[in-house]
């Protein structure tokens, strides 16, 4: 597991990268926050500077980082001067909500783009093929809160087949027994069938307006990479061995394709993070994201921080899976074992 | 004469092309007896591998077959389905590409490549499967194969990665082997290696093969007939003897004009005079070396050109031989 080691080890100077350019950007951001915070147009230079100096704002810069950096080694992400409570504790309440959504889109995008983009490359010119081509074209130009709102204008106004687009369940119904923070498997573990019936509504329209826009990338890279597999020697080999068609497909040409494929995933889902936070919005999404709007558009340091923080380290992550996943479909590497 | 195994009569190949259709093979007949090793020879774009590819269904969705018939083992297989083609394909006839390492999948390891093929025509239990992967691999001559089947083929040279197709293609004990320039890439030696366990493993199990080549030296040593091809025709058809003796077709001679040990110096190699023709025209003479030919008489042009037999088993397609 010497790969494992070694890229654990490469974490840390990308986190430390993070912590800097985030620290260091959130105050390069116009306006005052103290000015802000004080939000009281008879507030006088004197109150101003007396929260200043409570947000420790006044420290000069090098200091105010220092205090940052073995507060985050505390483990505590600093206080949101909106909500008032702990920044981590916000985050881990509303994380649930944004993965929830982002696992749901990328599990429908995976389950809809691989397969197509097989069945493109298997039948050129076919419907799947030009399935494949328009849905690339359309999640390409179309950015995600276009499309988002084209759903809510079709679904909920149109047709009002689609729930209000109000978050994650109606706010007067009684959110699930907290479990695992995903409305949908609590629901199911309390045996909640309408309960998870009224989550499953709610999260379709934002789930496929994120997946819209991951499906389009996936099957592209598929579809090329299955094509490509196609036609090399060895799959022309297998044929003349007589090989079945399902196992000439399914076992020689698409591990040999998912190289690409997982690459793509990994970055796809990273584009989905970042994705999360214009998707909660339109959908009012109690998540991450929205969080992190509001505290960005409120001037509010500690949350935005922690919000990179944490999208840094789940952009890591991701890639870390997908590293570990590549060395698994491909045995010439040779990374799980000492080289 | 014994018994015939591959009956190939008027096989032609058109290919769809941008620039009109290409037609790749014309009106070609040939046979393999068993025990035979038939030898496929000409320039690149002659047609060899297409012939080879169309008995096979092989050929890709550019290309159709648009006459012929190919009798094997009693059967036409341009009439058989997919499916009975495909049951066929590895356990009846093989074929062997060049390139060997690129004609492996390069993240299996290559005993199970093998296993693969051995459990798709010839179920049975994993042990016994093993031990007739092993089995195919000892009779290539190959050292160690339990620690070689584990090998994934970029960690195999190229002359082993040939006897792994090679043994992937004999695994299931076909009647006829088609080799396609299986030593392409492969130094002298390998290649002399190669060939040799090629030939023996045909001799010995009665097997037909046919060898798909552009090197007519290396046909001469290991064929004992010849099959010359010319853009997409059979020129002539000989026993090897014969063949090198005196041949028939102005297209064979300057072939073998050409041949380096035929030479006394390097100044005395003769190149084929021309290129052949461009085969998406719609006005390909019957002769489609008549516009490359020294001999060329007001009758070549004359439609109905057919192998003609000059001598006991040497055929040929010239209006006036040699």
Not at chain 2, 22 to 50: D, H, N, Y
Not at chain 2, 251 to 278: K, N, Q
Request: aromatic fraction near 6%.
């Amino acid at each position: 597991m010497s790969l494992l080691a070694r890229r654990l080890f490469g974490v840390v100077p990308t986190l430390l990268g993070v912590v800097v350019v985030t620290f260091v950007l959130t105050r390069l951001l116009p306006g005052d926050p103290a000015a802000f915070f004080a939000n009281s147009p008879t507030a006088d230079a004197a109150t101003i500077a007396a929260i200043r100096q409570k947000l420790g704002l006044d420290l000069p810069l090098w200091q105010q980082f220092l205090l940052y950096l073995g507060a985050l080694l505390r483990g505590d992400l600093g206080q949101s001067i909106v909500t008032g409570q702990p920044v981590a504790a916000d985050l881990l309440r509303l994380l649930p909500a944004s993965a929830e959504l982002t696992l749901a889109a990328f599990a429908m995008a995976v389950l809809v783009a691989v397969p197509l983009g097989m069945a493109a490359a298997l039948r050129r010119g076919s419907l799947p093929d030009h399935l494949c081509r328009l849905l690339g074209t359309a999640g390409v130009s179309l950015p995600t809160f276009v499309s988002g709102l084209l759903l809510i204008h079709l679904f909920y106004y149109r047709f009002g087949i689609a729930p209000e687009p109000i978050g994650r369940i109606d706010p007067f119904a009684i959110p699930p027994p907290a479990m695992t923070g995903f409305f949908l498997a609590d629901t199911l573990l309390a045996g909640d069938l309408r309960g998870f019936a009224a989550a499953a509504r709610q999260i379709v329209l934002p789930a496929v307006t994120m997946a819209l826009f991951a499906i389009a990338p996936l099957a592209r890279v598929t579809r090329a990479s299955m094509l490509g597999v196609l036609g090399s020697d060895f799959i022309r080999a297998a044929r003349a061995n007589g090989l079945r068609r399902r196992k000439i497909v399914l076992s020689y040409a698409l591990r040999n394709a998912l190289l690409p494929i997982v690459t793509t995933l990994g970055m796809i889902f990273s584009g989905m993070l970042g994705a999360n936070v214009l998707v909660e919005r339109v959908f009012a999404w109690p998540g991450v994201g929205s969080y992190a709007l509001d505290a960005l558009v409120g001037l509010d340091y500690a949350p935005v921080q922690g919000f990179v923080l944490v999208m840094a380290g789940l952009f890591i992550g991701v890639n870390l899976l997908v590293d570990l996943a590549c060395a698994a479909i491909d045995p010439r590497a040779r990374l799980l074992s000492d080289a | 004469m014994s018994e015939a195994l591959l009956s190939v009569r008027d096989l032609s190949v058109a290919f769809r092309t941008r620039g009109g259709t290409l037609r790749a093979v014309e009106g070609v007949s040939f046979g393999v007896v068993k025990g035979e090793i038939l030898g496929i020879v000409g320039e690149s774009g002659s047609g060899k591998s297409v012939t080879a590819l169309a008995l096979l269904g092989l050929l890709d969705a550019a290309a159709h077959v648009t006459s012929g018939r190919v009798v094997f083992g009693g059967q036409d297989l341009l009439l058989l389905g997919q499916a009975a083609l495909n049951g066929l394909r590895g356990a009846e006839l093989s074929i062997v590409f060049q390139n060997p390492r690129a004609a492996l999948n390069p993240i299996r390891a290559v005993g199970a490549q093998i296993a693969d093929v051995i459990a798709r025509h010839d179920p049975g239990p994993a042990a016994a499967i093993r031990a007739r992967m092993l089995d195919a691999l000892r009779q290539m001559r190959i050292a160690d194969p339990e620690h070689r089947a584990a090998a994934l083929p970029h960690e195999l040279s190229g002359g082993l990665c040939q006897r792994i197709g090679i043994a992937m293609a004999l695994a299931c004990s076909p009647r006829l082997l088609i080799a396609d320039e299986p030593t392409t890439g492969l130094d002298v030696t390998t290649q002399a290696a190669v060939m040799d366990l090629l030939r023996d493993t045909v001799r010995r199990r009665g097997m037909g093969a046919v060898l798909i080549t552009h090197d007519l030296a290396l046909a001469s040593a290991y064929c004992d007939r010849i099959v010359v091809m010319h853009a997409g025709q059979v020129v002539e058809d000989a026993p090897v003897a014969s063949l090198f003796a005196r041949p028939r077709h102005p297209y064979t001679a300057a072939l073998l004009g050409g041949m380096p040990s035929r030479a006394e110096s390097i100044d005395a190699l003769v190149p084929v005079p021309g290129s052949p023709p461009d085969l998406r025209r719609a006005d390909l003479p019957p002769c489609r070396f008549s516009e490359r030919c020294g001999r060329r008489q007001p009758l070549c042009a004359t439609p109905g050109l057919r192998l003609g037999e000059q001598a006991p088993g040497h055929r040929v397609a010239c209006r006036l031989p040699l």
